[in-house]
């Protein structure tokens, strides 16, 4: 098995925000993460204010500047609210930051200790697509609430359910889809996944090409878009043009009862894509027997896919910020390992209807 970082796991993946608390309050309330570890001006951090959230094993952090000479304040004002890093732990981050830099990655943070009263960790950065990066965070003797420079600060979330970060989603300019694939197989040791191209992603007027990556343990996914020459503009430049450059389109997290969370995070205000009514007329002929009732599905909007190995249901957010950048999918895998392929169809009809809504089609 080639993993020449020692990759583990995805640690964490940080959102840079206008308003942290409010971002907070949105999935607590929204997703039903928990809060579990603040960072602020009440813990000595004067330059920036962070809140750690878990659901699962999801972790992510909400984090906003507090003045503009903070490089949160550029990325806020030329991104609006967007993912800046997609953590990764590895065994030891200095040896994964040489390692990678050696095998082509551009550092954006040296190795360097960060402790506090409960330990040490060891840290360091590369570069990805856009202005996102990766950080590598190995653990020495760190046992506190999140990350040093955290204090413990619990406020339990309604949980939906959700288990772990199934894949992260990158969207990245015309064109540069095989460099970036290039760069998880040279730095990370990534192999390709499946390829999709635009014959099976594309509708009248637009189209994609995706790429997945993926850890030869498969738990670590990063499939990567480029939009496609089509009729009319593809939901990847509407992305590009919104967020100003490439980055996280989707985080898909996973769950073990589709319908449960779903039913939930509907009740909680989530805004979820539609597919016209005939998908599930269809849905039978299509996928075979399932265990789910078809009527529970079509009434909330989860779509099913089949392949070799099973089947997954799956379904799409709107995007959570005003521009139409990342959204969240949430995915029950039963035996497939696949992305939805069968759904593609219909899924990117119900997008463009948005686009078009937008007046971005
Ligand atoms: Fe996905």
Redesign the pocket.
Known sequence: MENPLKLKRIHHVEFWVGNARQAAYYYRKGFGFSQVAYSGLETGQREQTSYALIQGKANIVLTTPMNASHPAADHIKKHGDGVRDIALEVEDADKAFADAVKRGAKPAMEPHDETDSHGTIRRAAVHTYGDTIHSLISYKDYKGPFLPGFAHSHIAGDDCGILRID?I?GNVELGKMQHWADYYTNVFGFHRYITFDDKDISTEYSALMSIVMSDDSHSVKF?INEPAQARKKSQIEEYIDAYKGAGVQ?I?LQTKDVIHTVGKLQSNGLDFLRVPNAYYDELPSRVGSIDESIPALQKLGVLVDRDQEGYLLQIFSKPVEDRPTVFF?IIQRKGSRG?GKGNFKALFTAIEQEQALRGNL
Request: no cysteine; proline share 14%; net charge negative.
């Open positions: 894949h989603v499939p989707h898909a999918e992305f």
